[in-house]
């Protein structure tokens, strides 16, 4: 299945919220985030005041094009020793800043309109993408309790998200993610690789030249 069509259409923003099913136990909640929008990139932006933005280094060795921090209980990191959760900031050696409650009450309502009551997120990894950055495919496998799903949120600028199988070498059907909208995946499809195709040149209204993604998970 393919979302193609619906790329073709311009989003109306007087549209009733949707959801469309990717795969057993994925959803993709359109607009879900629309109208709290403005008020989570505030919140971003005092996250990140907090705990900057940052450009990891992987195992190997590579800078990841993504800027990324933290906020929530723990945060996820990465660094030459591998991928980890840390309750720290490595570069502010602090906790990292507490999870906004309009953060909290976002994943849960999302997490349960996908058919996951009861998902209560410890941590929320906050990405930030410019143009001609980009994710590469990869699994969300770095939480110890893989039955919570996660729940993601995609703020400003649009972008193709790649939504693969359960192999690495399953080809990823490409689906347009506009600011507002929010995909689960959890269940059947919690090991699926995904990840963001380069983000593509624009200006959106309240972000610029960037998205901001939000991924709630439970990590024990
Ligand atoms: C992620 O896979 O961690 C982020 C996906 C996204 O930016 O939408
Ligand atoms: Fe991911």
């Known amino acids: 299945m393919t979302f193609d069509l619906f790329d073709a259409l311009p ?17 993709v909640l359109r607009g ?20 900057p933005f940052r450009h990891l280094i992987t195992p190997g060795g590579l800078r990841m094009s993504v800027a990324m921090t933290n906020c ?21 050696e602090r ?13 849960e309502d999302a997490a349960a309109a996908a058919g996951y009551a009861g998902f209560a997120p410890d941590a929320c990894l906050i990405n930030r993408y410019l143009p001609g950055t980009r994710l590469s495919l990869h699994q969300d496998r770095d939480e110890l309790d893989l039955r919570a799903p996660i729940v993601s949120v995609s703020l400003g600028l649009p972008a193709v998200f790649l939504w693969g199988g359960l192999r690495r070498a399953d080809r990823p ?10 995909v689960v995946w959890g269940g059947p499809s919690r090991l699926v690789f995904h ?3 380069p983000l593509a040149e624009g200006d959106h209204a309240l972000t610029g030249r960037e998205r901001i993604n939000l991924t709630f998970r439970k990590t024990r």
């Open 173 to 182: 059907t490409r689906v347009r993610l506009a600011h507002g909208d929010v």
């Open 95 to 107: 906790p990292w800043p507490a999870m906004p409650q309009l953060f909290r009450t976002l994943a």
């Open 72 to 92: 929530g209980e723990r945060g996820w990191v990465s660094d030459r020793t591998g991928y980890r959760y840390d309750a720290v900031d490595p570069e502010t």
């Open 195 to 197: 990840g963001i195709a």
């Open 32 to 51: 879900f985030a629309r109208e709290a929008g403005a008020e989570l990139l505030a919140a971003v932006s005092e996250v990140s005041a907090g705990s």
């Open 11 to 27: 989003p109306d923003p007087d549209d009733p919220p949707r959801s469309e099913v990717l795969a057993p136990g994925a959803m």
